[in-house]
């Protein structure tokens, strides 16, 4: 997608289960598609990110 902006982070955290970083975003879903990796600014730096259903681990709770 280039440096288009598709949506914006709005919190984040390290997730002791899966060991890694782990982050709710509202997004333009016209641009974007589960499973697709995306780049996010993080304190200014631009990190590589996957979009993913939530929950985030099998087994838990949500939908």
């Known amino acids: 997608q280039g440096d288009r902006l598709v949506g914006q982070v709005t ?3 390290f997730s002791p289960t899966l060991k890694s970083g782990i982050a709710l975003a509202l997004l333009d879903r016209t641009h974007v598609r589960y499973g697709e990796n995306v780049d996010i600014e993080i304190r200014g ?3 590589k990110a996957q979009l993913t ?10 939908r």
């Open 11 to 13: 919190s984040g955290g």
């Open 45 to 47: 730096k631009r990190k």
């Open 53 to 62: 259903r939530i929950p985030f681990i099998e087994g838990g709770r949500g």
